[in-house]
């Protein structure tokens, strides 16, 4: 229980961008808060409903200094949001958090922290391509930034020999054009050149499109650090456009 007093920080994942896929909990999260902390372009996104919050923020790849302004905050004895696209637990901030309060000691005391799920892009991608992840299934960033690149090899090595469906976040960035063709070639090892494969750009915000193509299709296409993109399993198909591993029900 949070004593009185004590500022608290919500962790918010606020799904992949629009309101209506938001959850009612971050909503009235949001609503709460006396300030808002996050990267600059999820403030953006938040739109006119939050337009008179103290909004505060970092520029991107400054993840540490974000979180230790939100205990800077939340010391005065404020509320504090934490925003962060799709799931705060998925390749987001939320882990963070709790380092730096054990960090903080003494100083982030009585400093309440509650995570808030939202919508993570591999749940609002695959619903946009069909039902590419209706069976077990793997996440894997292809972001070497915080994870050596040999390890995101093996990953994807162990992921593709065990025939899981997978959804790759972080698939490209300014500096990374040749992740997703890499991370096709591992795939390639173990899966054929047919293998059904898709990918969805901006989910949930303006511009959303995807495609459902075969993995050797993949390998040669270039793609941006917004969109997500969708391996199948070897019983994927394509049906009418859209990219579906099946659950197994007979026909
Ligand atoms: N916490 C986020 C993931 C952050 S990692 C979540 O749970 O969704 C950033 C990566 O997530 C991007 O490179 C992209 O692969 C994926 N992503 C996040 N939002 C997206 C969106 N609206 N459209 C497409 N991909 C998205």
Not at 116 to 128: D, K, Y
Not at 232 to 250: A, C, F, K, M, V
Request: proline content about 3%.
């Amino acid at each position: 229980m949070e004593s009185k007093g004590n500022g608290r920080i919500e962790v918010v994942g606020m799904g992949p961008g629009r309101e209506s896929m938001m959850t009612q909990q971050a909503l009235e999260a949001l609503d709460a808060a006396d300030v808002i902390v996050g990267y600059t372009v999820y403030l953006d996104l938040l739109g006119e409903r939050f337009a008179g919050k103290e909004l505060l923020s970092t520029p991107m790849k400054q993840e540490t200094e974000r979180c230790r302004l939100a205990f800077a905050e939340a010391a005065k004895g404020r509320s504090v949001a934490m925003v962060c696209s799709g799931d705060a637990g998925i390749y987001g901030m939320a882990s963070l958090m709790f380092e730096i309060r054990e960090e903080l000691r003494d100083d982030a005391a009585g400093i309440d922290i509650d995570v808030i799920p939202g919508i993570t892009a591999a749940s609002s991608g695959a619903a946009v391509l069909g039902a590419p992840l209706n069976h077990d299934f793997c996440v894997i960033s292809l972001s070497d930034l915080l994870t050596p690149w040999e390890l995101i090899e093996k990953r994807l090595r162990a992921a593709a020999e065990g025939d899981f469906a997978i959804a790759i976040y972080n698939p490209s960035s300014k500096k990374r054009h040749d992740h997703l063709r890499k991370a096709c070639d591992i795939l390639l090892e173990t899966a054929e050149p047919e293998r059904a494969c898709g990918y969805v750009r901006s989910i949930g915000r303006d511009g959303e499109e995807f495609r459902a193509c075969t993995l050797a299709e993949l390998r040669d296409t270039e793609v941006d650090m917004f969109t997500t993109v969708f391996i199948g399993n070897s019983q994927s198909r394509i049906i009418d456009g859209r990219l579906i591993t099946p659950r197994g029900y007979r026909l």
